[in-house]
Structure formats: C-alpha cells, structure tokens
C-alpha cells in the first residue's frame, strides 16, 4: 500500500474485554514504532520494532500491553482486560530504516473507546 | 528523561499574519528535532527536521532553527493560510532511545 494503514479506524469495547489493533506498514520498512495519543495530548511512544523483534518496549504502560511483529512487517497491538483509561487514539508510525536517517511515516490511528 | 514543551494553544490568526510557535527541549544528549502537523483528518506528517545545532528546516514556507544554546526550536511562518489550521507537534529524536519523544502539540486556526 501506498502509507501507514491501520485497522480498524474505530472500535468501541466493553471494560474487561481483550482487543488487537492491527498495524500493516509501509512494505520495506524495517522500524515500526506503536504510540498512544490521549485527548490534547501528544503521542507517548509504546514500543518499537526493529525487524522481528521488539528493540524497545519501555513505553508499555503494564503487562495489560503486548505487541508483535512475528514476520517483520504487520504488527499488532493486544490489550487484555481493557480499563476505560485505556481509551485513546492508537498510531502506528514505520520508517525504512531507524528515525534518525530516514522519515517516519504514521498512519491515521485506531480510536479506541473503552465503555 | 527527555522531554519537549510547546506553548499552549489554540493560536488564533488572521489569514496572512505571521506566526510563531515556540518550542523548548531537554536531552541528555544531541538529539534530532522535528515539527510534525496533523491536519483535521489525516495522519501526523513531518513538517521539517533539523539533525544539528544551527541547522534549518523549511517546507511549505515554514521554518525553524536549531538553537542549542536556548534548547529551542521555534516554528514560525511569516504569511499564513487558512489551509495551515491544524494541530502542530515538536518532537525530539534521541539516537539512544530510538524513539521520538513529543509535546503536547499546539492547535493553530487560520481565519480569512
């Protein structure tokens, strides 16, 4: 595909209940980086991929968070026994190689809404 | 840790007034900075970077510099257009830490 895509756009869950949120980057890039993007807020980087495995995940705010990436390319976001503090907009950002030589590219986000 | 203030908005304008939106930074060590703009709708895009004391970035007639002696990299515009409404984010990139770290973001609405 031509950018970031990320399904789906919107999903609304009950408190409790376990979600994915899916991410397909830009195909050849090898970074993928996951962010949380509360109301007025900027986005708070989660975790991030270098190929396969996860480089970094210090920004996972619990054990609630996990993430994979099992063959370098789509990556999804797992929330367990999700909280309604857990609402937020969910991005996905890929870039060919690491952000300080090449652009990261985002998509446009899964809003999620915990009721 | 590293971290990013940007002014509060929103920041109201007339069409063709100048604009300026401040930015302040801590690292730890040289990062890279950025300005990223998400238009009402769309994805976060990078605006411009800057890899180095000094430097300026520039696109779509913005600019910033990279001010090491202030920690500062201030977006400004000198004519600004309707179309430039949208929410605009600094951000840091520390090669330690292989992420970006960002400001709150500042929401700019551009008035005819």
């Known amino acids: 595909g031509a950018g970031v895509s990320q399904t789906p756009s919107n999903k609304v869950t009950e408190k409790g209940k376990y979600v994915e949120l899916r991410c397909d980057p830009i195909?050849?890039?090898?970074?993928l980086y996951w962010y949380r993007q509360s109301l007025g807020q900027g986005p708070e980087f989660l975790i991030y991929?270098?190929?396969?495995?996860?480089?970094?995940d210090s920004g996972l705010p619990n054990d609630r968070f996990f993430a994979v990436r099992p063959e370098g390319s789509v990556s999804t976001l797992k929330i367990q026994r999700t909280e309604r503090g857990d609402s937020a907009v969910y991005l996905c950002?890929?870039?060919?190689?690491?952000?300080?030589?090449?652009?990261?590219?985002f998509g446009q986000g899964t809003r999620l809404t915990v009721v | 840790g590293d971290s990013v203030t940007q002014m509060e908005g929103p920041v109201t304008l007339s069409e063709e007034a100048f604009l300026t939106i401040n930015c302040t930074y801590t690292?730890?060590?040289?990062?890279?900075l950025f300005w990223y703009v998400q238009y009402p709708g769309e994805g976060l895009q990078l605006l411009l970077k800057?890899?180095?004391?000094?430097d300026k970035g520039s696109n779509k007639g913005f600019e910033a510099t990279y001010r090491k002696e202030t920690t500062s990299f201030h977006l400004e515009k000198g004519s600004v257009q309707v179309s430039d409404s949208a929410v605009y984010f600094c951000?840091?990139?520390?090669?330690?830490?292989?992420?970006?770290?960002f400001g709150a973001g500042t929401r700019l609405a551009v008035h005819p």
């Open positions: 950002a890929s870039s060919r190689e690491g952000i300080q030589n090449t652009e990261a590219f």
């Open positions: 195909s050849g890039h090898t970074a």
């Open positions: 991929f270098q190929g396969t495995g996860a480089a970094d």
């Open positions: 690292a730890t060590g040289y990062p890279s």
């Open positions: 800057a890899t180095k004391a000094d």
């Open positions: 951000a840091l990139y520390d090669g330690g830490y292989n992420k970006l770290i």
